[in-house]
């Protein structure tokens, strides 16, 4: 593999995207032409105020949700639905509780058709690399919230995407589980070289994982916004620098 | 219950120390108590009550006599013939119930406009209670084996038809949604999430069509029958053999014990991931 194939893997590429619902007879559009280029291995937060669409725009990015004009390239082909370069983390774990974790972890890499010792072998490297090495024979009603959190990624990572899509996956982790969550994303998605799109609310997440801040508008139409964040890796949440992005953001939802 | 003993003593078998293995004997036997104590008290107090003349020993013989009317019947194998023609009864009607309304309740319950479509008749079918049907089953299959298996059958079906579909329907559609994005197709979301998921809410449907079946059971071969446990209970009741009477009825109620806790031994074998166990 060359060096520039290597960077081309993972590029997503919005264009002209837009999509309503319609909820009561009235016709809501939430995702209003939407265009955007996300590199082959960048990190990319969304944010944006409840409802404006993050999830909207993600669900299509997985293919879960189709739009209604315009569409979505991946290494440059039009994408149609699910596919296996993309995996999906969630905001709640969805593990299967009848599979222990090597189980859960594996189950992506066997639905795939992997041979069942070929995925354990590998499921068992994304366990310890995300630090659950001792608790492979564990069911998931014996995790915490954040090692339940933690195996979701694990899984999501053996099938080897290219592009990891998130939604609020730390959402509904506390403070001090996320931020230690927040570090091993780094690492990860350091070491594995993929496209990661986050979806938060959590601007000093945002801050902390992404090379760019996709700001999606309040007002319906309005124009998206994109906020690079020059700093080096990894982030020092205290950093005047951090701080400074950090009341930027914050500005940017009217916020002090 | 009873795998909790085992549990205990496999666990006390791991201790070499004999004291260690003398205190969970110890515990083993206070637990046998709490569990079983009362069960002891109250044939102990049936025992003296009778032999004391307190309850009416013609209803209410002894235990031991109900216990040796018990033996006779099952070492002279004339109980044993009624066992195997009732468990032949019973077994064939549920494993017929088993086999069609579990396929049918994973079908159904997957298929939204099939499973609205029936559920009235559904819902209809079951709260006509199978006994009032017997005489319309008798009518359309003669008074043989055929209209006794099938009231049971009829009986046992449709908890465990309900049961399967409530389990497929209630399945997370987030687990099935994780499923697709990893590229699942029907069939592999089927198999991996849907069934799997479904096996808990299929045996409590299981457990209840057993105790159902052992009453549907009793109730023919009260009517038009020649052998079986339940026919033994009547038949006894009618020739006065007070004591085999209650051997038989004892027998039943063992049956269906013992049908339960193969059940909760099979779900627990199935269903160790889950930390509910009845
Ligand atoms: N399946 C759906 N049917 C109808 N309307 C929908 C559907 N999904 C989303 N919407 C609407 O689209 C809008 C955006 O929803 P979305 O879930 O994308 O918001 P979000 O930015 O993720 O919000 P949050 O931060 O609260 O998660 C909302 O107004 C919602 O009501
Ligand atoms: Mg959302």
């Not at chain 1, 949700?65 to 039009?78: F, M, R, S, T």
């Not at chain 1, 350091?190 to 801040?213: C, G, Q, S, W, Y």
Request: proline share 4%; with cysteine.
């Amino acid at each position: 593999m060359t060096l520039i194939q290597a960077q081309a893997k993972g590029e997503v590429t919005i264009r002209d995207l837009t999509k309503s619902f319609t909820i009561d007879g009235q016709t809501l559009t939430v995702l209003k032409k939407i265009n955007l280029d996300i590199r082959g291995g960048e990190s990319l937060a969304i944010v944006g105020a409840s409802g404006s669409g993050k999830t909207t725009l993600l669900r299509i990015l997985a293919g879960l949700e189709e739009p209604d004009a315009g569409g979505v390239l991946i290494d440059g082909a039009p994408v149609h639905g699910l596919g296996r370069e993309r995996s999906v983390i969630f905001q709640e774990p969805r593990l299967l509780p009848w599979l222990t974790v090597l189980g859960n972890v594996a189950f992506g890499l066997e639905v795939q058709g992997e041979p069942k010792s070929e995925a354990a072998e590998r499921a068992r490297h994304y366990i310890r690399l995300v630090g659950l090495g001792e608790f492979e024979g564990a069911w998931p009603r014996q995790l915490s919230g954040g090692m339940a959190q933690r195996v979701g990624i694990a899984r999501a990572l053996t099938v080897q995407p290219e592009i990891l899509l998130l939604d609020e996956p730390l959402g509904a982790l506390d403070a001090m589980t996320k931020m230690t969550m927040q570090e091993e994303l780094n690492r990860i998605w350091a070491e594995e070289k993929v496209t990661l799109v986050l979806v938060t609310h959590d601007l000093e997440e945002a801050i902390f994982l992404a090379d760019r801040v996709l700001v999606l508008p309040k007002a319906k139409g309005g124009a998206i916004r994109l906020i690079d964040i020059d700093l080096p890796r990894p982030r020092d949440r205290n950093d005047p620098a951090f701080v400074r992005y950090r009341r930027q953001l914050m500005s940017e939802f009217g916020l002090h | 219950m009873t795998y909790q003993i085992s549990n205990e003593s496999v666990r006390a078998q791991r201790g070499p120390d004999i004291r260690v293995a003398l205190i969970r004997t110890g515990r083993t036997t206070r637990r046998l108590t709490a569990d079983y104590g009362l069960l002891i008290a109250f044939f102990a107090g049936w025992q003296i009550a009778s032999t004391a003349g307190w309850l009416n020993p013609a209803v209410f013989p002894p235990i031991d006599r109900v216990a040796s009317a018990l033996w006779t019947g099952l070492s002279s194998g004339a109980l044993v013939d009624d066992i195997a023609i009732s468990l032949q009864r019973a077994g064939i009607a549920f494993a017929a119930a088993v086999g069609i309304g579990i396929p049918l309740g994973l079908f159904m319950g997957q298929i939204r406009a099939v499973e609205r479509a029936l559920d009235p008749i559904l819902q209809l079918f079951r709260q006509t209670s199978a006994l009032a049907l017997y005489p319309v089953f008798i009518l359309l299959l003669g008074l043989g084996e055929a209209s006794k298996v099938f009231v049971i059958f009829w009986a046992t079906l449709f908890p465990i038809l309900l049961a399967t579909i409530g389990g497929v329907k209630e399945v997370d559609p987030k687990l099935i949604e994780m499923a697709r994005t990893f590229g699942a197709n029907r069939l592999t979301t089927f198999r991996r999430v849907v069934l799997p998921a479904s096996v808990p809410s299929i045996f409590v449907g299981l457990r209840l069509s057993a105790t159902t079946a052992l009453l549907l059971l009793i109730a023919a071969e009260m009517i038009g029958a020649n052998k079986g446990v339940g026919f033994q209970v009547m038949n006894a009741q009618y020739n006065f053999r007070i004591p085999l009477m209650f051997a038989a009825i004892f027998l039943l109620a063992f049956l269906g014990l013992a049908a339960n806790w193969v059940l909760v031994v099979l779900q627990r074998r199935l269903c160790r991931w889950s930390t509910a166990h009845h």
